[in-house]
């Protein structure tokens, strides 16, 4: 019978020191064999303790005041004793102040806010920026949890989302999340390889440049791809060089097409 592939659920059980005495014997003997995949574990193991050393002081701590359930449940009594009155002059100040702010706000002078595959580079390389460097929890739902990973996605963007498979190309699902950018909700899924280099996949419902064409961007030493086919707009980003993301960004376009 043949062993089961070494995932990078696997490698974080490893960490976490919750697999099965069976499966942790394969994933170290896997290590053995692959030096470079071992030294990023050995990272993630180290990470794992400075996190344990640096926060148990602060599980030792006393519940804060503001916690004590019973002060809760008096705080919530005096509200509820507010008079209606000043809970209505409360509300109508916010209003007026929220209105005069977004009116404030429309009169600043500056430039405009960049829309279409603009916009799209730009949210996928502050998620790659933002998440890709977490060594402890860089996705929401893991790759064993792909289908409801997609339904999630699915359900937040109201189009049907699927996963793009990298396997090919030497790159693993790590998982994903569903991020908030101006433009609305959006899917994002992770890959890394054998060597730890990860990238980012961002997709979108799109309100303009609906069908634009693949075009590649750069910003710092992040680079990738972006492009819109049929209202969902796609973003591949990654630290490596555009030449070597393209053939990526092709694939991940293919497989999008046959949805």
């Not at 926060?55 to 809760?72: D, F, G, M, T, V």
């Not at 996605?153 to 101006?182: C, I, W, Y």
Request: net charge neutral; with cysteine; aromatic share 6%.
């Amino acid at each position: 019978m043949s062993q089961r592939p070494i995932t990078e659920d696997d490698l974080h059980a490893y960490v976490d020191r919750v697999l099965e005495p069976e499966r942790k014997a394969e994933v170290a003997t896997y290590l053995e064999a692959h030096p470079d995949v071992a030294k990023r574990v050995e990272a993630f193991s180290d990470q794992r303790e400075l996190l344990r050393t640096a926060l148990a002081p602060i599980a030792e701590e006393a519940l804060p005041p503001e916690l004590n359930l019973s002060r809760i449940i008096e705080n919530r009594r005096q509200r509820q004793r507010t008079p209606a009155w000043l809970a209505i002059a409360a509300m109508l100040l916010v209003c007026f102040s929220g209105a005069g702010g977004w009116v404030l706000r429309s009169e600043l002078p500056g430039s405009p806010a960049p829309t279409g595959l603009t916009a799209l580079a730009q949210e996928a390389t502050a998620s790659y920026n933002v998440y890709a460097p977490d060594r402890v929890r860089p996705v929401e739902l893991r790759a064993s949890d792909s289908a409801q990973l997609v339904q999630w996605a699915s359900n937040r963007l109201h189009q049907p989302v699927k996963v793009p498979d990298l396997a090919s190309a030497g790159f693993r699902l790590m998982g994903g999340r569903v991020v908030a950018t101006e433009h609305g909700a959006a899917a994002m899924f992770m890959y890394d390889n054998d060597h730890g280099a990860r990238l980012v996949v961002l997709t979108r419902p799109m309100t303009v440049d609906q069908g634009a064409p693949m075009t590649p961007h750069a910003s710092g030493d992040v680079a990738g791809f972006s492009w819109a086919d049929k209202g969902m707009g796609y973003s591949l980003v990654s630290q490596a060089p555009a030449d070597s993301l393209r053939p990526l960004a092709n694939e991940v376009r293919r497989q999008a097409r046959a949805i």
